[in-house]
Every structure is written in structure tokens, then in C-alpha cells.
């Protein structure tokens, strides 16, 4: 193709079409459309805005029990001075049973309760099984252990654990640290756990937002 002409191919055979060449169309350039403005809560990601409409679980627990996001339990002090199977005997009572410090956040989550609630110390469930080995009442794994000496105690009398708060009263390095007790001889405050009567899931979905042009 030139300026002479146009060479077609027609079933096979050449012909040539005079005249110019011909010009493409013109295409206007399009203005891409502006930003959306993203406002009351709504975050910008792309060209378009997104909110998360809960960041949580809502958990329904009974009148005087605390709902822990950690592990969507419900949980309950009481500050009545109970050896180890009174406490144990209380939290079943109560539709549950001792709470348990099986991970370091539940181990951080009961201390800041017992700030709250100003309890010096509380039973807690862990306690030797008859084979000598510390175990957990709700059957989770043994992962960990925060013995205030570094070390667990005793086995012959100090078969029941305590988990100790803060307060002026208690051993600096004792505070957030677990102590082994006499099962019936020492008397403590106790914490319970148990499941919600409730658990409405989070909405986590993003909702599309189309923004202010």
C-alpha cells in the first residue's frame, strides 16, 4: 500500500484501488473518573471504599460473668476463701469450671482480671494427676509453665497451682507467677470459665462504599 493506490487480494488475484490512503478514525482520549472521597469510617483501597462493619465477635454471657475475646469464654472470680476441690466444686456449681493458664495470653488475661477484681491470688485449674504430672481440668495441652522460681514445686505437698496478683502484699518477682499449694490446706479466691450462652460472629465482609464524585 502507497500513495498510488490500495492492492486488494481477491479469491486469489491482485487488484489495485487508486486513490489515497485512508485515514483512521479519531479517538477522543476519555478522562478517567475521578478518585471516590471516602468519609465516616470508609477506607480508600483502589478506586473504590471499604468498611468492616465489626472488628469482633459479640459474646453473650449470663449477669456477672466477663466475655474474653481471646477464647469466647465467659469468666467469674469469686473472692470466698476455697481449698482446691471447694473451688473446683464452685466453678461446676456455677456451670463451669476453673480457668486455665494453658497459653501466655490467657496467663496475661486472668492476671488483668484479678487486677480488676484486686485478688491477691487464685486458684487456677491445673493440679498433678495421679502419675505426678501437671495437667489442665479442660484437658489442654500443658504449653507452658511460669513457676516463680523457674522450677514446678514439690510434688509431695504442693499439688494444686496458684496463679498470684499484683499487689504490695506479694513478692515483687511473685506477681503473674504460678505457686504450687496444698490442695486442702490453702484457701484462696477462684476464677471460673464457660462457654457463652451466645457468639454472633464478625462481620468481616467489606461493604462497597461508591464514594462522593
Known amino acids: ?3 498510488f493506490g490500495i492492492i486488494l487480494w481477491l479469491a486469489g488475484i491482485a487488484y489495485i484501488r487508486c486513490g489515497e490512503e485512508p485515514k483512521p478514525p479519531t479517538v477522543k482520549p476519555t478522562k ?14 483502589g478506586d473504590k471504599c471499604y468498611k468492616k462493619t465489626s472488628l469482633a465477635p459479640a459474646i453473650e454471657c449470663e449477669a456477672g460473668w466477663t466475655a474474653a475475646q481471646h477464647d469466647q469464654m465467659c469468666y467469674k472470680g469469686s473472692s470466698d476463701l476455697r481449698n482446691f476441690i471447694e473451688a473446683k466444686d464452685y ?8 480457668a486455665c493458664a494453658s497459653t501466655p495470653v490467657e496467663n496475661a488475661f486472668l492476671f488483668n482480671y484479678m487486677a480488676e477484681q484486686k485478688y491477691l491470688a487464685v486458684w487456677i485449674g491445673g493440679s498433678l494427676d495421679m502419675k505426678d504430672k501437671w495437667s489442665w481440668l479442660d484437658d489442654s495441652e ?3 509453665a511460669a513457676w516463680v522460681d523457674g522450677k514446678a514445686p514439690d510434688t509431695k505437698t504442693s499439688r494444686c497451682l496458684q496463679l498470684h496478683g499484683k499487689s504490695a502484699s506479694i513478692k515483687p518477682n511473685w506477681r503473674r507467677y504460678w505457686t504450687g499449694e496444698n490442695c486442702e490446706n490453702a484457701k484462696t479466691a477462684v476464677v ?8 454472633t460472629p464478625a462481620d468481616l465482609d467489606r461493604k462497597l462504599h461508591a464514594g462522593k464524585k
Do not use: H, I, L, S
Not at 478517567?32 to 483501597?45: N, S
Open 1 to 3: 500500500m502507497n500513495k
Open 192 to 199: 471460673c470459665k464457660k462457654k457463652p450462652n451466645k457468639v
Open 142 to 144: 500443658w504449653g507452658m
Open 91 to 98: 466453678c461446676v456449681k456455677e456451670g463451669g469450671t476453673m
Open 32 to 45: 478517567p473518573a475521578p478518585p471516590p472521597k471516602c468519609d465516616g469510617g470508609w477506607k480508600k483501597f
